[in-house]
C-alpha cells in the first residue's frame, strides 16, 4: 500500500502533560539540539535495561540510537519525554528566565516509530530513563506517538519486544488499544497493535487522565504548607485578607517559629489578627512558652513572604521566597502585576508546587508568562485575577481545612463542588448556599484560567468522597469536547450544575449552508450539555434553586407532577408553571379522585390541580398531600399551603412524617421570604420556593437529569469503508490550490462523501455545454441541471435549478439559458441524475474551531429555513444522540409516513448521519458541510445536494493528554 503524506498538522508539537504521580512533563519530538541528552540517556541505562532495549549489550547500540533519534527523518517519528525541573520535589536549579528552554533538560524517556515500507505500518520501540520508571512515562509516550502516526496516515504498529521484557508488555497492554501477540521459538513476542480511536480506548484514556489530573491538584486542596507572597504587614489589602481568612480557617495551628528570626523577632507595626486568642497556637503566642514542653511536630505549615517583616499577625515571615524554610506545597500570590513572573520562578526553584494568583489585571503577556513558568517547574496555577481556593478536608492525613480567599465572608463547609470564574458570582452562590444550611467541599475561583479548568476540577471532584454536587459557573471552555467527556462521566455519581452564561446572540452570523446560520453559542453549549447529562440553569438564583431540591430530595421517576393547594388560582398558576418546565400535570384515576375528596370534602376541587379549599385543615392537606405521594400516579408533588386560620406552611407538613418516596417542593405563598428548607419532625429537609416557577424548574431540571440517568449509555457506531486516507488528500489537494480554503466543487463534494459511504445522486461537472450533453446521456430518465459558480448559495433562490430535462434538446436549452441568465459568473453546470421522490432532510455539520462538530438535522428542501424544528448534536455521535436528532417531531412524522404518503427508512438516515459526523471529526478543516435535501425512501437515502466548505486548520485530538 502506498501512502501520501497529508498536510502538516500541529501533532509532535511541544506539550506539556501530566504522568500518573501528577507531576508534568514536556513532550516534543527530537531534533539536532538533543544528541547529548540522548547519549546521556542511554549511557545510564543498566545492562539490562540496554538488553531489553537493544536487543544487545555495551554502549555501541545506545549511541546509534541517540544518533538516529536526534537526526531528522520523514519516515520516523521520534518524541522525548522531558522532565520539569520540579517533578521530583527539589528546588529548580539557577536557570534564569531568559535561559533557553533546553538548558539543564534531563530527557526521562524516549520513543521512536519508523515507517515499514511505505505502508501505513509502523514498528515502535520506547525507553524509560532508569529511576523513572512506575510513574507511565512509557504509556504517555504511546499515546503522543500514536496520535503523531494517526496524522501522518499510519494505522497499526508493530513492536518486538523479549519475552522478559515485562515492563514494554505491560505498556502495550494497558494502552487501551485493540493489540495481539504472537511468539517465535527465540523468546521474541511479536506486537500488533490497531491505533483506531474506539469508545473503549477514549473510555481508558479517560480513566488515565482522571487520575492523573486529580493527583495533580492534591498540592491545591490538600495543601501541608502553604505560603502567602505579598501579605501586608498592616490589616487591609488582599494578601493580607487571605493570610488572616487561612488563620481563622485554623490552617496555622500547627505552624511553626519564624524562618528567618529569633523567638522575639519584631513584627513592626502589624496589628494582632483578630483570630489570635490565648488558646491559638501562633507565634506570638508560642514566644512566652519558649521553655515548654517540646511539641509534636507540626502537621501544617502557615508563612507569609514580606521583605519587610519577620512576622505577620503571629504567622512567621521569610524576607524572601528564598528564605522559605522548607518546599511550600501551594504558594499565594498577591504581588503587583509586573513582579509576578519574577515570584513564580522563585517559587518554582524552591519546590513550590501549586500556585494561587489573586493580582487582577494582570496583562495576557504576563499570564502567558506565569502560564510558561508553570509548566517550567511543574507547577498547577489558579487564576489570575482570581478570588482564590477554599477546601474543606475529611480529616485525614495532611488534610486540613483551609480559606485562601479574600471574600468577606468564609466559605461554609459542605459538600457542594464549586468552580466560577466570576469572584463576584462565587460570592453570590456561597452566600446563598450558606443561608441554607449548605457548603462547600471546596471552592475554586478560576479567574483568567491560565492554567487549572473546569475539566481539571471535574477530575478532582470525580474522586472526593467528600462531594456530592457540583456547581459551575465558566465563561469559556478551553477544551469542550474532553469537557463533555469529563462531566459525563462525574454526572453518572453526581449531580453537576451549571450557569449557562452567554446565551444571547445579536443575530444569527452570515453563513452559507443552513445548518451554520441556525448555529449559535448557545445552540452549542446546549448540545453539550444536554449530551453529557449537565443540568444547565439560566441564573445564579436556578442554579441555588436547583442544587437545594438535589440536596434534599430524591430523584423524581418520570415527569408526572402533582398540585396540591388551598387556594384554586396559585394552584392553576403553578400548574401553568409545571408545563412550561416541561413536566406533564397528571390526570388522576379514579380511585385516587375518590379518596382525596373522602379527605377535603365535597367542596374540594380533586383533578389535578387539587384545590383543597380555604376551609382544610392542615391534618387534611397533609393527608392528602401523603395520599397523592403514595398513589403511585405522579413522580414529583408540588405544594402550595396559602396561609390561613385553619392551616399555614409548617402546620401542613412539618409535623408530620415526609408523605412518601416521591420528591416534594413546597411554595411560600406570602411574599418576602427567599429560598429556605423546612426541616420535618423527622429532620427531613423540604425546600421551600417564594414562586411556583423557581420550583417548577428545580423538578424540571431533577427530571430530565433523572431521565438522563435511566437512559442507557450510547456507543459511537463502527463504520465499514471508510477510505480516511483518500478523503484527507481530496481536502489537501484543494487546499494547496486554495490556501485560504473556500467551497469544494460539486464533483469533490461528492467524492469526499463518498469516502465515508455516503451514497449521492449521480453528477458530473460540466465546463461547456458539449460535455452537458454527452453527461446527460450517461442516466437515463430526466436530469437536473444546476449553475455553479463557487460563491453561489442557495441556487433555487437565483433560478438556478431547471428540473426535469429529457433528451439532448432540453439539455442544450437549458445549458444556454443558464448561460444567458447569468453570464461570465457560471463558472460551469452541474448535470445530475433525478433522485426518486421519498422525505426530503437536511443533514449538515457545522465545525466550530473550538467545540468541534455539530450535527445538525431537520426537514430539508427549499422552505427548511421557514420549518425550522432543527436539532443538533455534538460529535463523536453515538447511537443514542442519533435517535434522539431523528425523534425531531417534524421529521418523524414525515419518516414514518404522513397523511397517506410513504414513510422512509429511518436507519438509513441514522447511518447518513453517523458517517458525515464521522467525516467532521476525521478531517478537521471541514469548516461546514450540509446535505439538503437528503432523499429518504423505503430503499434507503441519497444525497441530492450538498455543499462542503473547508478551511486550513490545524489537527489537534480533543483527547490527548495535554495541559492547555
Known amino acids: 500500500m502506498t501512502v501520501t503524506p497529508l498536510r502538516p498538522t500541529n501533532r509532535g508539537?511541544?506539550?506539556?502533560?501530566?504522568?500518573?504521580?501528577?507531576?508534568?512533563?514536556?513532550i516534543r519530538p527530537a531534533g539536532p539540539r538533543d544528541l547529548d541528552a540522548l547519549r546521556t540517556l542511554f549511557a545510564g541505562l543498566s545492562p539490562e535495561s540496554a538488553r531489553m532495549r537493544f536487543f544487545a549489550s555495551g554502549s555501541g547500540p545506545g549511541q546509534a540510537a541517540a544518533q538516529r533519534l536526534s537526526r531528522p527523518d520523514p519516515d520516523r517519528i521520534a518524541l522525548l519525554a522531558i522532565a520539569c525541573r520540579g517533578m521530583?520535589?527539589?528546588?529548580?536549579?539557577?536557570?534564569?528566565?531568559?535561559e533557553s528552554e533546553a538548558a539543564g533538560e534531563e530527557i526521562i524517556g524516549e520513543a521512536e516509530a519508523w515507517r515499514l515500507n511505505n505502508s501505513d505500518t509502523a514498528e515502535v520501540g520506547f525507553t524509560v530513563a532508569e529511576g523513572r520508571r512506575g510513574r507511565g512515562v512509557g504509556t504517555l509516550l504511546l499515546e503522543h506517538l500514536a496520535d503523531a502516526a494517526r496524522a501522518q496516515g499510519i494505522r497499526r504498529f508493530v513492536a518486538e519486544t523479549l519475552s522478559d521484557n515485562v515492563a514494554m508488555k505491560r505498556v502495550i497492554a494497558s494502552a487501551g488499544l485493540k493489540h495481539a501477540t504472537g511468539y517465535e521459538h527465540s523468546g521474541t513476542v511479536f506486537h500488533d497493535i490497531d491505533l483506531d480511536e474506539d469508545d473503549a480506548y477514549l473510555d481508558v484514556l479517560a480513566d488515565r487522565e482522571f487520575?492523573?489530573?486529580?493527583?495533580?491538584l492534591e498540592p491545591l486542596f490538600r495543601p501541608r504548607s502553604i505560603a502567602v507572597i505579598g501579605a501586608g504587614r498592616q490589616i487591609g489589602g488582599v494578601g493580607r485578607a487571605i493570610l488572616d481568612h487561612l488563620i481563622e480557617s485554623g490552617f496555622d495551628s500547627n505552624?511553626?517559629?519564624s524562618p528567618s528570626a529569633s523567638p522575639t523577632a519584631n513584627t513592626g507595626s502589624d496589628s494582632p489578627s483578630p483570630s489570635s486568642s490565648p488558646n491559638t497556637s501562633t507565634k506570638a503566642n508560642q514566644d512566652s512558652h519558649s521553655k515548654a514542653e517540646p511539641t509534636p511536630a507540626p502537621t501544617h505549615h502557615l508563612y507569609a513572604v514580606n521583605p519587610a517583616a519577620d512576622a505577620i499577625a503571629g504567622v512567621p515571615c521569610a524576607r524572601s521566597i528564598a528564605a522559605l524554610p522548607r518546599p511550600v506545597d501551594l504558594a499565594v500570590l498577591a504581588l503587583p502585576a509586573d513582579a509576578l513572573v519574577g515570584a513564580a520562578i522563585a517559587c518554582g526553584r524552591h519546590g513550590v508546587r501549586a500556585l494561587v494568583v489573586v493580582t487582577s489585571a494582570v496583562?495576557?503577556?504576563?499570564?502567558?508568562?506565569?502560564?510558561?513558568v508553570s509548566r517550567r517547574y511543574g507547577m498547577r496555577l489558579v487564576g489570575p485575577n482570581c478570588l482564590g481556593v477554599a477546601a474543606f478536608g475529611d480529616g485525614g492525613a495532611f488534610d486540613a481545612a483551609f480559606d485562601a480567599t479574600f471574600a468577606a465572608h468564609a466559605p461554609r463547609a459542605g459538600a457542594v463542588g464549586i468552580a466560577v470564574q466570576s469572584g463576584g458570582v462565587g460570592i453570590a452562590v456561597l452566600e446563598r448556599l450558606a443561608a441554607l444550611g449548605m457548603g462547600a467541599s471546596s471552592f475554586v475561583s478560576l479567574g483568567d484560567k491560565a492554567d487549572v479548568s473546569g475539566n481539571d476540577l471535574l477530575a478532582w471532584w470525580a474522586a472526593d468522597a467528600g462531594t456530592r454536587m457540583v456547581l459551575l459557573h465558566l465563561?469559556?471552555?478551553?477544551?469542550?469536547?474532553?469537557?463533555?467527556?469529563y462531566a459525563r462521566r462525574v454526572a453518572r455519581t453526581k449531580p453537576v450544575l451549571i450557569v449557562e452564561a452567554g446565551r444571547s446572540e445579536a443575530g444569527s452570523r452570515a453563513a452559507a449552508s443552513h445548518t451554520a446560520a441556525a448555529v449559535t453559542p448557545a445552540v452549542t453549549r446546549r448540545a453539550l450539555f444536554r449530551q453529557a447529562g449537565v443540568i444547565a440553569t439560566r441564573s445564579t438564583g436556578e442554579l441555588v434553586e436547583t442544587a437545594a431540591l438535589l440536596d434534599a430530595q430524591p430523584l423524581p421517576a418520570g415527569r408526572r407532577v402533582a398540585v396540591v393547594s388551598n387556594a384554586g388560582g396559585v394552584g392553576v398558576l403553578a400548574a401553568d408553571a409545571c408545563v412550561e418546565a416541561g413536566l406533564t400535570?397528571?390526570?388522576?384515576?379514579?380511585?385516587l379522585r375518590q379518596r382525596l375528596q373522602a379527605l377535603l370534602g365535597p367542596g374540594a376541587a380533586v383533578a389535578n390541580p387539587v384545590d383543597a379549599g380555604a376551609g382544610a385543615g392542615a391534618d387534611a392537606l397533609r393527608e392528602a398531600v401523603a395520599a397523592v405521594c403514595a398513589s403511585g400516579e405522579v413522580d414529583a408533588v408540588l405544594v402550595l399551603p396559602v396561609p390561613t386560620a385553619l392551616a399555614d406552611l409548617r402546620s401542613t407538613l412539618a409535623d408530620g412524617p415526609l408523605p412518601g418516596p416521591v420528591p416534594l417542593a413546597l411554595v411560600r405563598v406570602d411574599q418576602g421570604i427567599g429560598l429556605d428548607f423546612l426541616t420535618t419532625g423527622a429532620g427531613e429537609r423540604i425546600p421551600v420556593y417564594a414562586g411556583a416557577p423557581g420550583a417548577a424548574r428545580a423538578l424540571g431540571h431533577a427530571a430530565d437529569y433523572a431521565e438522563w440517568l435511566r437512559g442507557p449509555r450510547g456507543r459511537t457506531p463502527r463504520l465499514p469503508g471508510i477510505r480516511s486516507d483518500d478523503a484527507a488528500r481530496i481536502v489537501s489537494r484543494y487546499l494547496d490550490a486554495h490556501p485560504d480554503g473556500g467551497w469544494l466543487p460539486p464533483d469533490r463534494a461528492a467524492d469526499l462523501l463518498a469516502c465515508y459511504g455516503i451514497a449521492c445522486a449521480r453528477l458530473v461537472l460540466a465546463r461547456n455545454e458539449h460535455t452537458a450533453v454527452a453527461a446527460a446521456g450517461v442516466w437515463d430518465g430526466p436530469v437536473v441541471l444546476k449553475a455553479y459558480w463557487p460563491e453561489l448559495v442557495h441556487k433555487s433562490d437565483v433560478d438556478g435549478v431547471l428540473l426535469g430535462l429529457s433528451g439532448e434538446a432540453d439539455v442544450r436549452a437549458g445549458w444556454r439559458l443558464l448561460t444567458r441568465r447569468f453570464g461570465d459568473r457560471l463558472a460551469g453546470v452541474v448535470v445530475q441524475e433525478t433522485a426518486n421522490k421519498g422525505v426530503e432532510l437536511l443533514v449538515g455539520v457545522d465545525s466550530d474551531p473550538v467545540f468541534g462538530p455539530l450535527v445538525g438535522f431537520g426537514v430539508g428542501g427549499t422552505d427548511t429555513e421557514l420549518i425550522g424544528g432543527h436539532r443538533f448534536a455534538l460529535t463523536p455521535l453515538t447511537d443514542l444522540d442519533a435517535d434522539r436528532l431523528l425523534?425531531?417531531?417534524?421529521?418523524?412524522?414525515?419518516?414514518?409516513?404522513y397523511r397517506g404518503r410513504p414513510g422512509a427508512d429511518a436507519g438509513a438516515v441514522r447511518e447518513v448521519l453517523a458517517r458525515l459526523a464521522r467525516l467532521a471529526a476525521e478531517q478537521p478543516c471541514v469548516a461546514e458541510a450540509e446535505i439538503n435535501p437528503l432523499i429518504a425512501t423505503p430503499e434507503g437515502a441519497v444525497a441530492a445536494d450538498f455543499r462542503i466548505r473547508v478551511e486550513p486548520r490545524a489537527a489537534h485530538d480533543p483527547y490527548l493528554r495535554r495541559l492547555r
Not at 88 to 98: I, K, M, Q
Not at 363 to 372: C, G, H, V
Not at 887 to 897: I, S, T
Open 13 to 26: 508539537t511541544s506539550v506539556h502533560a501530566l504522568l500518573a504521580d501528577g507531576t508534568t512533563v514536556l
Open 88 to 98: 521530583d520535589d527539589e528546588a529548580g536549579g539557577s536557570e534564569a528566565a531568559g
Open 211 to 216: 487520575r492523573a489530573s486529580a493527583a495533580s
Open 255 to 257: 505552624t511553626e517559629s
Open 363 to 372: 496583562p495576557a503577556a504576563t499570564s502567558a508568562a506565569l502560564k510558561a
Open 475 to 485: 465563561e469559556s471552555f478551553g477544551n469542550p469536547r474532553k469537557f463533555a467527556r
Open 585 to 591: 400535570v397528571a390526570e388522576f384515576g379514579d380511585g
Open 887 to 897: 425523534a425531531e417531531p417534524r421529521a418523524a412524522r414525515l419518516l414514518a409516513g
